[in-house]
């Protein structure tokens, strides 16, 4: 007869370290964002760029139906990849946060004060037992005191703040081609360019295209 390996039960609890000091369950959720979509910010010099890809599993579904880039705020945009219905969640905890400092304090929500108090609730599905991490991240952009700021959620809790970064399944080998092609010159029409060819590059067609101004000018196609 076949020995099967004991369960140690590290991978089945949210709140166990493995011996080697990792959760499994958040190192799992980091394996289903590189298994989604792809998504590229750019920070330019009149505003931000948000590229994102969608995936199309049949020619039955119509692709503007997959939504992979939303309007935060007047000032804010984000992207998601990873689990859908996860990103979809925190996205509408990025809108009522965003709301709710409006009401209070009547001003627009900070992009860096949005992005903590999203990962402070992404933290707090890494603390209880009975929940999962969220299996998404984001790429959480807008404009503060007349500047682009670009952030990157992790199922962790943990964020960090880029020039320019890719996400997702690809996020790599965006990486390596910002790092030779980026540059702070870049405005939103030449990085629009840039992520184009990034994609084509990758043999990726349906991009999903979104862009914010300095201004608060929000188009996406």
Do not use: W
Not at 25 to 42: H, L, P, V
Not at 49 to 61: E, N, Y
Not at 171 to 188: F, G, P, S, V
Request: proline share 4%.
């Amino acid at each position: 007869m076949q020995n099967v390996p004991l369960q140690t039960g590290y991978d089945k609890s949210v709140v166990a370290f493995s011996p080697e000091g990792k959760i499994p369950q958040i190192e799992y959720a980091r394996e289903a964002i590189k298994r989604g979509s792809t998504a590229i910010g750019i920070k330019t010099l009149d505003g931000i760029v948000i590229l994102s890809t969608r995936q199309i599993p049949t020619k039955l579904i119509k692709a503007k139906s997959i939504e992979k880039i939303y309007q935060i705020d007047n000032h804010i945009i984000a992207a998601t990849v990873g689990m859908t219905a996860d990103g979809r969640a925190l996205i509408e905890k990025a809108r009522i946060e965003a709301q709710i400092n409006r009401t209070i304090y009547d001003e627009p929500i900070g992009v860096e004060t949005l992005t903590k108090k999203i990962c402070d609730y992404i933290y707090l599905y890494t603390q209880s037992g009975g929940v999962r991490p969220f299996g998404t991240s984001l790429l959480i952009a807008g404009i503060e005191n007349g500047k682009p700021r670009l952030f990157e959620t992790d199922p962790s809790g943990a964020f960090f703040e880029y020039e320019a970064i890719g996400i997702g399944g690809l996020r790599q080998d965006i990486i390596d081609i910002l790092e030779e092609k980026y540059n702070e010159n870049l405005t939103i029409k030449s990085a629009t360019k840039l992520g184009i060819e990034i994609f084509k590059s990758l043999n990726i067609k349906n991009i999903e295209i979104a862009t914010l101004t300095l201004n608060n000018e929000y188009h996406k196609e």
